[in-house]
């Protein structure tokens, strides 16, 4: 790993290698794509919670999108912009930069998925057309997106159709990666369909898997920044990058002190702070969570071991 580099006032700047691994810890659209769809299918009011993190990233997606009005045929550019958005909640001009990002790549399976996810968060609640549309494309091109396979179940259930989408969901989980962050969402919402719809289900799901914790809840095939986008992310100025990482963090941060019941959310930010060499922060994470999960043996369980991989002073 390459040493940081300093910006003129002497302030260590953080190196690309890091970046990449903190981004990588925080980039989990799949799965609070899910919980915000179910949400607001079932409350269709309910406002999502604001993700805008803090620090200097507006400047950062600025000069994204003026290094796009230069190069507009950036398919990559295009879908580094969808993905700042989404990450600070501006879901309609997401879905804005996924279409220009799908329309320059048609056959890129990951872009359509993307697309549909930000029409569903910026629409009026459901899987409207437009955004079962980009999910079918995304399925066209890779029939196995995990993505594009969730919503397209949610289709079925919303619609009616709760024994297609409980044998969706059932493939979809044949298919999930160990470790994966949407794996325990989807078997909640699979049990709970199949129970409130008389379906029988017993034998037919896999058993959850039981890969390490700490690193694959972060990183186990979530689609997110490509290093090739992550090296063009750090072409910004050392401090607008410092900016950028940081703001991601304290942005889930934020999130998990107003919706603290989140586990893979807390060992992600653990695993951000202990890359950011924040081992204060670190442990307080591990504290809080410990407190938002008081009294479930199994969470505090895989907490503890989640803090024990990496490394988090005072498990």
Avoid: C
Wanted: aromatic content about 6%; proline content about 7%; overall charge neutral.
């Amino acid at each position: 790993m390459a040493e940081p580099s300093t910006t003129g006032k002497g302030k260590a700047a953080l190196p690309f290698g890091r970046i990449a691994l903190i981004l990588a810890a925080l980039v989990a659209a799949a799965a609070i794509g899910i919980a915000v769809m179910r949400n607001r299918a079932e409350a269709p009011s309910a406002s999502p919670v604001s993700t805008a993190p803090v620090g200097d990233v507006p400047a950062m997606i600025a000069q994204l999108e003026a290094r796009l009005k230069q190069d507009p045929k950036s398919a990559q550019g295009w879908q580094m912009l969808g993905w700042s958005y989404f990450e600070t909640g501006r879901y309609a001009d997401a879905a804005k930069a996924y279409a220009r990002a799908a329309a320059l790549e048609p056959a890129n399976a990951t872009y359509w998925s993307a697309l549909g996810e930000a029409l569903v968060l910026s629409g009026p609640g459901g899987v409207t057309a437009e955004a079962e549309q980009a999910f079918r494309k995304a399925l066209a091109a890779d029939p196995k997106d995990h993505r594009a396979r969730y919503f397209i179940g949610v289709k079925k259930d919303l619609a009616g159709d709760h024994k297609g989408a409980v044998e969706d969901w059932i493939a979809l989980l044949k298919d999930t990666p160990a470790g994966a962050p949407w794996e325990q969402p989807v078997r909640e919402l699979l049990d709970k369909v199949a129970t409130a719809n008389g379906i029988d289900i017993a034998g037919r799901v896999p058993p959850p898997s039981t890969a390490p914790v700490a690193d694959e809840v972060a990183t186990a095939a979530i689609p997110g920044p490509t290093r090739e986008q992550m090296q063009a992310a750090t072409s910004l100025p050392p401090g607008q990058q410092d900016a950028m990482v940081r703001g991601m963090v304290d942005g889930l941060a934020a999130k998990l002190k107003a919706n603290p019941k989140n586990a893979d959310g807390w060992i992600r930010l653990m695993r951000a702070r202990m890359v950011l060499g924040e081992q204060g922060a670190a442990t307080r994470a591990l504290r809080d969570a410990r407190a938002a999960f008081s009294g479930d043996a199994i969470e505090q369980a895989r907490l503890s071991d989640a803090a024990r991989t990496l490394g988090v002073p005072g498990v």
